[in-house]
């Protein structure tokens, strides 16, 4: 079974660019996450979708973060414009809703570097 | 507000001998899982063992094992025979089950397994 998909798994952008991550979540699993982990830290969350909803984005700095899942699967986070600050690493997990134990898969990450 | 300490930095260990890593919660929610994620330098987290919040036995996962102490708040993460491969960044999450869905991840300990 393909685990979480990313893409890219570096990107390298000059400041005030825009800059997208692709998500591809494992198959059947309805929630989807959004971490950012900067060096030597956690992870921390961004953004919970469960299918197509949003229902944890209370970290989501909204002034210059968006994501979206359409259609329950795929998601995109993207930033605009990016700051010196957003350089970190952008995880993606995914997870199945029901039970407790709600394990979260995650993928390898993009790296980004803004100059 | 929940809350996830790790207090070890950075640990050594030797090959083949065992070693614990500390991990406390604070959570005023009944209901809860607690995971330890691997981090090697590739980036990917790797899910290691889960521990929910009603489990009355320490969760066990080949050379992973979860010393368990609710009352004391603590779920600190035992790896036995430690390998050369073990070396890597290593994670305590919880995770609040629930309408309102939580996660939180600890700083991580940094575990050199030496030869």
Redesign the interface.
Same mark, same amino acid.
């Given at each position: 079974e393909a685990g979480v998909v990313q893409s890219p798994r570096y990107k390298i952008i000059e400041k005030k660019q825009p800059v997208a991550f692709w998500c591809n979540p494992i198959s059947g699993h309805n929630t989807l996450?959004w971490y950012l982990q900067n060096l030597? @830290?956690? &992870?921390?969350?961004l953004i919970?979708y469960e299918n197509e909803e949003a229902?944890?984005d209370s970290q989501l700095p909204k002034d210059r973060f968006s994501a979206e899942r359409l259609k329950g699967v795929d998601s995109t986070l993207k930033i605009q414009p990016a700051e010196l600050g957003d350089s970190a690493?952008y995880?993606c997990?995914s997870s199945l809703r029901g039970g @407790? @134990?709600?394990? @979260?898969?995650? +993928? &390898? +990450?993009t790296?980004l570097l803004v100059l | 507000a929940q809350k996830i300490t790790q207090t070890q930095p950075g640990m050594f260990v030797q090959e083949k001998e065992a070693v614990t890593l500390d991990c406390t919660y604070d959570t005023s929610d009944q209901s809860y899982g607690l995971f330890w994620y691997k981090q090697p330098s590739s980036g990917e987290m790797i899910f290691l063992i889960y521990q929910g919040s009603y489990d009355e036995q320490n969760a066990t996962e080949g050379r992973y094992s979860l010393n368990f102490q609710k009352a004391r708040k603590s779920a600190n993460l035992v790896i036995s025979a430690s390998q050369l491969g073990d070396s890597a960044m290593y994670f305590c999450a919880i995770f609040i089950s629930g309408g309102y869905q939580k996660v939180t991840f600890g700083t991580g300990t940094k575990l050199q397994v030496i030869p």
């Open positions: 996450y030597g @830290q956690g &992870p921390e969350l919970r229902v944890d690493v995880l997990a @407790q @134990q709600e394990t @979260q898969y995650f +993928g &390898p +990450g790296r | -």
